[in-house]
């Protein structure tokens, strides 16, 4: 009979920060052995923060890196932790095939006491690992306190096969899987059903340990759990926030006792936060306190205006209104509207007398002079970012994207883009849900995502939701979509009415369908035609839009890589 407490630490790290990843493991080990842990189970590459791409190729940082897992062990033991079985990871290095590792280590008593290199390598959407990594081949196993531990890392449980078979052959009393899995919506539960089917392979536990926060254009939603033998969900850790669960093995037990288990997340709620956090953690960790955009009155500004309010407070964010000749009056209270609401700054830069001064040297016509005029606005959002030193963000959507429905240089300014990744009727859907929200009493910076506790984290001043409970205005979200850069415009001007344009989208960009297989899907032809075209035209625009946070199965950038000159057409 055995019996052991093991620490699920979902943390979120910072890739190439290592000293304060190492200070993070052991407040992290600290807290689980005060609880009465006996193993601590940290997510993938701990140390070095993942992923971590072609830094992984530099020997020093190898060297820093390998420095850092001996001081940790070493630290450890001075501390009084060395009792504890502590499992982080990190990048080694394999002499033969001259290439790095992905590592998985246990250190125990100021050393370790295991390593295990990942086997399987991932190499499709946003991962690259055949060119970074080489692969592990060894099966390791653990004993602690009596029972026999079996260890893999993240991609080993999505293939059948490899090390989780020889484990299965080899009797385990439990799996311990550490995860740098990024978001995208729906994985949850494939993620789930997929420990469930290795709990029954190796007759045992299956503990699944996740890395939270964004890097870069991808966030990791943390969500880890474990689940029992016979698939039975025993444990579920908070999305979108650091977490520190436990679960209790006696192996005496033909059933696990259940711990605890986080409420799911609404499906739009799930995105919506996603958005945050990736904006979040690409401000904390490039050192931005505050952002600024244009506030236009549209939907698309005011969505990524509230999610900026809630990554970093609305006192840190500056909406510039630049209304020209075309914009209409409700346009410019629905941009004051929204500015009160979440808090934010709210400065008036007419653009006309600008827009006229160019003129008087260009004489621009048509789309032209419609573009100059999204030139200047995105001059003054870059000059509030440099005189402010803060993140200037880009409003645009993934059907806009989809379609080259910006102005490179003017709206397509930026430094980040946390709805570049949401079709517009998505962006419909996610302010209407935070307006819900609001509804519910849940105001600005309240959403259920605690934040860190590090000193580097802004601490984001809470506000309560308006009295009415709403915090995009309702005008923002119901009157038609228009660039207002000609009089009358409107969106569907240019583009097929979103509904039936973003269906088109989703089954050309996510699925992949082509002409034959779109007509096929029931669409009309002129309909396909003009979006292929469209999306075909555009990706020299993508190639130069900012980074955003993947939030979809396909998302522009690393999931979807297509040439800018091609002469194929369908």
């Known amino acids: 009979m055995s019996f052991l407490r093991l620490a699920l630490a979902q943390i979120d790290t910072c890739v190439g920060n290592i000293d304060s990843n190492v200070e993070k493991v052991l407040k992290y080990a600290a807290r689980a052995k005060q609880s009465g842990a006996r193993m601590v189970v940290f997510p993938e590459m701990t140390l070095t923060g993942y992923p971590i791409e072609d830094l992984a190729l530099r020997a020093t940082f190898r060297t820093t890196a390998q420095k850092a897992a001996d001081l940790l062990a070493t630290k450890l033991a001075e501390e009084g932790l060395g009792e504890l079985y502590v499992v982080v990871g990190t990048v080694g290095f394999d002499e033969s095939a001259g ?74 009393d439990a799996l311990i899987t550490m995860n740098g899995s990024p978001y995208e919506e729906g994985k949850t539960h494939v993620r789930l059903s997929l420990a469930q089917k290795r709990a029954v392979e190796v007759n045992a536990p299956v503990v699944y340990v996740n890395q939270v926060g964004g890097q870069d254009d991808l966030v990791f939603d943390g969500g880890s759990f474990v689940v029992d033998a016979d698939g039975t969900l025993l444990e579920r850790s908070a999305m979108f926030d650091e977490d520190l669960s436990f679960v209790d093995f006696d192996n005496s037990l033909k059933k696990q006792k259940v711990s605890s288990i986080a409420p799911k997340l609404d499906a739009d709620e799930e995105v919506y936060c996603a958005c945050v956090v990736g904006l979040r953690d690409y401000m904390r960790k490039n050192g931005f306190k505050g952002v600024c955009l ?133 962006v419909w859907a996610l302010s209407r849900w935070r307006n819900r929200a609001a509804n519910a009493g849940v105001g600005i910076g309240m959403l259920p995502i605690v934040g860190y506790e590090d000193s580097e984290q802004t601490e984001v001043t809470k506000a309560k939701a308006p009295q009415d409970g709403v915090l995009i205005p309702v005008n923002s979200i119901i009157k038609p979509p228009s660039a207002e850069l000609r ?82 057409r369908e």
């Open 294 to 426: 244009g506030l236009s009155g549209g939907i698309d500004s005011a969505l990524v205006a509230t999610m900026a309010a809630d990554a970093c407070g609305g006192a840190n964010v500056y909406g510039i209104s630049m209304p020209s000749m075309y914009s209409s009056d409700g346009s410019k209270d629905d941009a004051r509207d929204l500015a009160e609401r979440i808090g934010a700054h709210y400065d008036v830069q007419p653009i006309e007398p600008l827009f006229k001064a160019f003129q008087s040297q260009l004489s621009l016509e048509g789309v032209a002079a419609e573009n100059l005029q999204a030139r200047v606005r995105g001059v003054i959002v870059m000059a509030y970012s440099n005189s402010r030193g803060v993140l200037a963000l880009a409003t645009g959507n993934k059907s806009e994207l989809a379609c080259g429905y910006s102005t490179i240089y003017g709206d397509a300014v930026g430094g980040y883009a946390p709805i570049k990744d949401l079709f517009k009727t998505r």
């Open 99 to 172: 290439k790095p590792r992905n590592r998985l280590l246990v250190l125990h008593e100021g050393k370790s006491v295991l390593q295990y290199d990942k086997h399987f390598l991932p190499n499709y959407g946003v991962f690259d690992e055949f060119r970074i990594f080489s692969s592990g081949n060894k099966c390791e196993l653990l004993e602690v306190d009596g029972m026999r531990l079996g260890f893999a890392i993240c991609e080993d449980i999505w293939q059948d096969g490899g090390p989780v078979a020889r484990l299965a052959k080899l009797g385990i």
């Open 487 to 568: 009089p009358g415009q409107k969106d569907s001007d240019s583009l097929p009415e979103y509904d039936l344009l973003d269906r088109v989208l989703e089954a050309h960009i996510e699925l992949a369908h082509g002409r034959a297989d779109l007509l096929e899907d029931g669409f009309d032809e002129h309909t396909v035609d003009t979006v292929m075209r469209l999306v075909d035209r555009a990706e020299w625009k993508r190639r130069q839009y900012p980074l955003g946070p993947k939030v979809s199965a396909i998302a522009f950038g690393r999931d979807r890589r297509m040439p800018v000159t091609t002469a194929f």
